[in-house]
């Protein structure tokens, strides 16, 4: 499988602040399917390919990735866009990269559809996409699932079933070390 350098050093970014967290997460999520945010997304969490913004959508304002996404989802014609949150990657004009939580849309093919940022070189995108349209955020209200205490403390307690994912993405390529879900004992080959 191959993996850009933008999603390198994205999933390096994710694993740190898994890392960061795992400390003190292990005591504050004593029992919990995850220790944080990072840690679901090093388990269950996809790859996804950045492409253009198809014809059929407009750029969004920034800001408003979750609700954005939501939209594109809702008015790309045939349902076939699939709403995906996690931690996404840009260049910033040439200073660098900033690593964000974000929204976006996937293609079945696995390809990030992104209204709110404008697809350049360097992008990258790890995330979890949700399968259900009811589970998605709104659209005009937003909040992101991963991001709203709300929605993501029973995540984080009880993890996901199964059928709440799309089978979108690639797999993270496999981890050696780093975190793991709590409840894990340590295994030689996993993802985290």
């Known amino acids: ?25 292990r005591q504050a999520a004593e029992g919990w399917a995850y220790a944080s945010v990072y840690h679901l997304l090093l388990d269950v969490g996809r790859l996804f390919t950045p492409t253009p913004l198809p014809a059929s959508l407009s750029p969004r304002f920034p800001g408003f990735c979750f609700s954005n996404a939501t939209a594109a989802c809702q ?22 990269t900033v690593h964000a939580s974000h929204g976006w849309a996937s293609t079945p093919a696995g390809d990030a559809v992104d209204p709110t940022w404008p697809h350049r070189d360097g992008l990258a995108y790890l995330g979890i996409p949700f399968a259900d349209p009811d589970d998605w955020p ?3 209200l937003g909040g992101g699932l991963l991001v709203e205490a709300r929605t993501l403390i029973p995540i984080l307690i009880h993890g ?33």
């Open 1 to 25: 499988m191959s993996v850009s350098r933008a999603e390198k050093d994205l999933i390096a970014y994710v694993r740190a602040r898994a890392e960061e967290t795992s400390a003190a997460g």
């Open 75 to 96: 008015e790309q014609s045939g349902g076939n866009l699939t709403y995906v949150e996690g931690y996404g990657s840009t260049p910033v004009d040439g200073h660098g």
């Open 138 to 140: 709104h659209p005009l």
């Open 160 to 192: 996901l079933d199964p059928a709440q994912l799309a089978p979108l993405g690639r797999p993270l390529p496999l981890l050696t070390s780093g975190p793991r879900r709590p409840s894990e004992p340590s295994r030689s080959g996993g993802r985290g």
